[in-house]
Every structure is written in C-alpha cells, then in structure tokens.
C-alpha cells in the first residue's frame, strides 16, 4: 500500500495562523494607535530593523537547506530545470504584473485610487518576481516528487534571484511608473538573500563536516522550523499593527487583493504543468516544477515591500495578503497533481 503523506501541523494550518496573526495585528494597531510608530522609525538604508531580524530568522532556515552540489546534476535531466527557469523567469513576472494591472488598475478603479493602485501592483510584482525557496519542499514530499530534483531547481532559482531579482523588478516597476529606490533595493536583495544564503551555506558546510549530513538534516534542520513559523507569525502581526486602520476602514480589501493573487497562481501551475506534460517529463519532476513556479518566496518580497514603500504600505499589505492564499490554493494543486499523475 502506498504511504499517505500529510502535511506538518504548522504548515497545514498556515492560513489560520495568518489569520489569527492578522486579527492580533489589527487589535495591536488600534489599541495602540501611534505609539507604535516609533517601530517604523527604526531603519539603516530604508531597511526596517526589526522587520529585518524577522525575516531574516525566516529566510536563514530555508537557505541551510540550499546545496549547490546538486547543481551537477542538472545536465543529466535538462528538461525539467528548463521548464522552471522559463515558468519562473520569463512568464510568471510579468503574467503577475498583467493581472494586478488589470484589477487593480481597471476593475478595482471604483475602490483604489490610481495612486494606491501602484502600490498594489508593485506589492504584486515583488511576489512574482521571488520563486519559492521553502513551501516548495513541502509540495514536493506531498506529490512524491524527486526531492534530489526539486533540490536542483530550488538551488539554482536561488542563485539566479541574486542575479536578476533586482533588475527584474526594476523593469517592472518603471514599466508601472513607480520611482524605484535602487540603492533601498539592492540593499533589500544584499540583506534578505546574499547574507543569509552565504551563512547558510557555511553553517551547513561546517556541521555537516563535524557532525555528520544524517545528524544536520534529522536533528539541526528540524530544530529550525519552530523558529521560522514564529518570526513569520510575529513578522505578520507587526505588519497589520501597522494596517490595522486601513483594513478597519475597508474590511473588504483583503478580499479584493486576494482575487488577483489567486488567479496567477493557478495560472501559472496549469502553464507549468501543461507544458511539463508536453515535455513529456515524469511526474515527481513535472510536480515540483509546476509547484515551485505557483508558490512565491514570501519573505522576500514582504521584506522588499516594506524597505521600498513601508510598513503601512499597500505594497506591504499585497505580500502579506500572498501569504495568507498560498496554503489554501496550493493545498489544492497539489491534490490536482496527485490526482492525474501518470
């Protein structure tokens, strides 16, 4: 008999905790008023310290999972790290910025002002523009995907954000007509990504060398998760401390945000999928390639929200908001997945 696979507990019930969090954050903000602002007055070169530490003890776990010398691999099977590099780099970027133009710009013009409505597709393109580097794992084991091949594709997607993630969201932005802060940004990609991949990669070359590969993933790496859920837990109610008024004044702008998000998701799962079909590629690489391209690497991009536009920001708000639909949505395309394997 086939195994049945679930979920960890944190990560099946994600999207409660967001909400639980968005509750808190919301209370936090309007019992507290403006004597929290001084948070938001904590900054070094338009990075926000405390949000910063946050994250950063989010996105540090995942990168000690990163081994770039399952990069050699990549030659033996091209196809499936093709369809990934095609999916995330040169389709869901800016297929995400053509759907939050469309509503935020066009169907939500009774409801957002035009300058809000940047802001919104900006929050949208920073989600489109950062592939996942964590939940995809998850997804993986869900689907009996390759966890070797789904290392590869993640591997390189974090190698290539450090080359193209800002121009890329450079592009996009300017396209939008948002001024863009380069320096804000290139300190962002330095801060959230270069250091903690960098640390990362050291830590687990020297435990690994000391303590054994079976001891770092079965005993180091699990130690870890606690940490991660919590400083994004902590990270989300911060955020909506600070949006708490904006959200009370339009209860419904979660929901309209949301529509967008959900529908590139899908979006791009079924072009990936589709495509690794005619591929004709097997399916433990044909899911995580699918999945990988659908989940967005949050942090990031709610890390770069808040460096470029802040807190309160509806950028912010955007990225935050991704992270609520994602467990959700991805739920269900990993059962599609299992569904039609072949």
Not at 161 to 188: C, E, K, Q, R, W
Not at 202 to 230: C, D, I, N
Not at 266 to 278: D, L, S
Request: proline share 6%; aromatic share 14%; net charge neutral.
């Amino acid at each position: 008999m086939t195994e049945k696979k679930s979920i960890g507990f944190f990560e099946k019930y994600l999207t409660i905790w967001v909400a639980i969090c968005i509750l808190a954050g919301i209370g936090i903000g309007y019992v507290a008023g403006d004597s929290i602002r001084f948070l938001s007055d904590m900054e070094i070169s338009g990075v926000n310290i405390p949000v910063a530490i946050l994250i950063w003890l989010m996105i540090y776990p995942m990168m000690l999972q990163i081994d770039f010398s399952s990069l050699k691999a990549v030659g033996r099977r091209p196809k499936g790290v093709v369809l990934t590099l095609v999916v995330n780099w040169l389709i869901k970027p800016f297929s995400m910025a053509f759907f939050a133009w469309i509503f935020f710009e066009h169907l939500y013009s009774a409801f957002i002002s035009p300058e809000q409505a940047g802001e919104y597709i900006a929050g949208a393109i920073l989600l489109g523009a950062a592939p996942c580097t964590a939940m995809v794992f998850v997804w993986s084991y869900l689907t009996d995907g390759d966890p070797t091949y789904t290392l590869v594709q993640v591997s390189l997607n974090d190698l290539v954000i450090l080359v193209a993630f800002v121009p890329l969201v450079g592009l996009l932005l300017g396209i939008t007509n948002i001024s863009i802060p380069y320096d804000t940004l290139f300190a962002s990609v330095v801060v959230f990504v270069v250091v903690p991949l960098l640390a990362g990669y050291l830590t687990q070359r020297w435990l690994v060398g000391r303590r054994g590969a079976e001891w770092f993933k079965t005993r180091f790496l699990p130690a870890f998760k606690p940490v991660s859920v919590m400083a994004l837990l902590l990270t989300l109610v911060l955020l909506f401390a600070f949006q708490g008024n904006t959200i009370l004044a339009r209860p419904l702008i979660i929901l309209l945000v949301a529509v967008p998000l959900v529908i590139q998701t899908y979006f791009i799962f079924f072009m990936a999928w589709y495509g690794g079909r005619w591929l004709k590629l097997p399916h433990p690489i044909c899911a995580p390639a699918a999945l990988i391209g659908a989940s967005n690497f949050f942090e990031l991009a709610v890390a770069v929200a808040i460096a470029l536009f802040g807190l309160d920001s509806p950028a912010a708000l955007v990225t935050v908001v991704g992270v609520l639909v994602e467990v959700p949505v991805m739920l269900s395309l990993v059962a599609f997945a299992n569904r039609h394997r072949v």
